[in-house]
């Protein structure tokens, strides 16, 4: 039995006991009334607010090459360095549902996220992700795919770009080199890009010091775009010549060498302008193209002073600026194909030295000429002082067309007076004059068919510049040894060769 001290201890002990356990009812019903009143506030966040948007990366790449079906998941980080929670008005993929791209906003999937909360001093995650398959066609999976992330916040909008590499491919120098000037070299030497995948040229190739040969059935595929270096803004995407580097092309009928944008898409085929051009700048001489193409660029190709270049069995097409331009520079182009070009086809300025064989120079649907011509170099802008410098251009067997009464436009410095800085040839060729015939030497054209609204080409609106069957052209060109096959290869008549750069087959 205890005793009364016990008693009153155990008593009191139990007194303690229940005023404890009073206290902590207390602080639990305390908590949860803070819980339900935490529960029952919300974060206020301000819409339609003009926020600065900063960006953990201004380009998303992801620089993986795909060599068969795979997807890659990258992450860009929207920061809110403001003291208010505020809502992104918008984070959009430019092509919406069509994107190659998919976007994860704050765990909602979709092209567009609305009203996108994120805390005052705090940030948001973007996941963005792509799926590539090598093996599906180009227009489907093109070499780059490329496009706009739009972040929008009130007036203020950032545009990221995203980028990923689609097909398995010499990525040429390398995959991050866009708006870069990058040279190639060989100590004088060869390079040869023989390998059976295509070339994707990603940035303004240089090639100095060097020969650049590409074997029949090369593929060049060339990613274009502004750029910029400090405060300069240049067209990326082209290949550009000095002086010590030459270029040498051996396609073949079956097998062309083929420059050409990257863009492949669906609606892509025939667009100008997606890339720089091919420029053999000064004194770079030597250069060899045959059965090549080059299409979707804005020049085809600049050959500058003193420069010289061999083309045949050549189309240079949708061009948004001039098709071939030849400044001082020395020509030879054969059994060749200049089409659907900006302002002229082909522009030869302050003299040189050019000879064309067999070659078709159209540009119809457009208000300049086919063929521009001088024989000065302008020393101010208002040109009341220039160079002039002695201008020889001979056409054999060529036809020069388009939409205007004059498709040649001829502007000699000499005015006349000294013939020998101005020496027009144009021999058994079709060409399309009215006016200009009063500004042509009598003498400057042989055997000349002029243009009276006969038919010459099968359907020049759909760029088939093949002869129609009651063509002018048939039958009325010389023959000139060495030169028995067409621009595809097709056996020209012996005797009564076609002119043009096709010869009709029945």
Request: contains cysteine; proline residues 4%.
């Amino acid at each position: 039995m205890k005793s009364d001290s016990a008693v009153t201890n155990l008593h009191n002990s139990l007194s303690n006991k229940g005023i404890i356990c009073k206290a902590i009812n207390s602080i639990v019903l305390i908590a949860a009334l803070s819980l339900m009143t935490l529960g029952c506030f919300e974060e206020k966040f301000v819409s339609n607010v003009s926020i600065p948007i900063e960006v953990s990366l201004d380009t998303v790449r992801f620089d993986t090459v795909f060599t068969t079906v795979g997807s890659a998941t990258r992450s860009l980080v929207i920061y809110n360095r403001t003291d208010e929670n505020v809502n992104i008005s918008s984070i959009a993929l430019a092509n919406g549902e069509s994107s190659m791209f998919r976007l994860n906003v704050d765990g909602i999937p979709g092209p567009e996220s609305l009203e996108v909360p994120v805390l005052a001093r705090d940030s948001l995650h973007v996941f963005i992700e792509v799926t590539v398959d090598p093996d599906q066609p180009l227009s489907v999976s093109p070499f780059i795919i490329s496009e706009d992330l739009l972040i929008r916040a009130g007036e203020n909008q950032r545009i990221v770009k995203l980028e990923a590499w689609g097909q398995n491919a010499n990525y040429f120098p390398s995959r991050d080199s866009q708006g870069r000037l990058i040279s190639l070299s060989c100590q004088s030497n060869q390079i040869t890009w023989d390998d059976q995948k295509p070339y994707v040229i990603y940035g303004l190739l240089f090639i100095d010091s060097c020969e650049l040969v590409l074997p029949a059935g090369t593929q060049v595929f060339v990613h274009g775009g502004l750029a910029r270096i400090e405060e300069t803004i240049f067209n990326d995407g082209g290949l550009i010549f000095l002086p010590d580097g030459k270029l040498t092309t051996r396609g073949t009928a079956d097998k062309p060498v083929v420059f050409q944008g990257d863009r492949l898409e669906s609606g892509f085929d025939d667009v100008p302008g997606q890339w720089s051009g091919i420029r053999f700048f000064d004194n770079s001489t030597g250069h060899s193209l045959e059965f090549t193409e080059i299409r979707n660029s804005i020049v085809g190709i600049r050959a500058d002073s003193a420069s010289s270049a061999r083309l045949e069995n050549v189309i240079i097409s949708n061009t948004t600026n001039i098709g071939l331009i030849g400044v001082h520079a020395s020509l030879e182009v054969e059994n060749s194909l200049i089409h659907s070009n900006g302002p002229q086809s082909v522009a030869l300025a302050y003299g040189g030295n050019y000879t064309f064989t067999y070659t078709s120079i159209a540009n119809f649907e457009n208000q300049s000429p086919a063929l521009y011509m001088d024989n000065f170099n302008c020393l101010d802008a208002e040109c009341s002082t220039v160079l002039v410098n002695a201008l020889n251009a001979t056409f054999i067997n060529s036809i020069i067309m388009g939409s205007n009464d004059d498709e040649i436009d001829l502007n000699d410095a000499t005015n006349g007076m000294e013939p020998d800085f101005f020496n027009l040839t144009f021999e058994n060729s079709l060409i399309k004059i009215d006016e200009v015939r009063n500004e042509l030497d009598p003498m400057a054209c042989m055997d000349c068919l002029e243009h009276n609204g006969e038919p010459v080409f099968l359907n020049e609106l759909e760029d088939d510049y093949t002869l129609d069957t009651m063509s002018v052209a048939r039958d009325q060109g010389i023959p000139i040894p060495g030169l028995s096959i067409d621009l595809i290869g097709n056996i020209r008549d012996m005797n009564t060769p076609d002119i043009g750069c096709y010869e009709f087959l029945d």
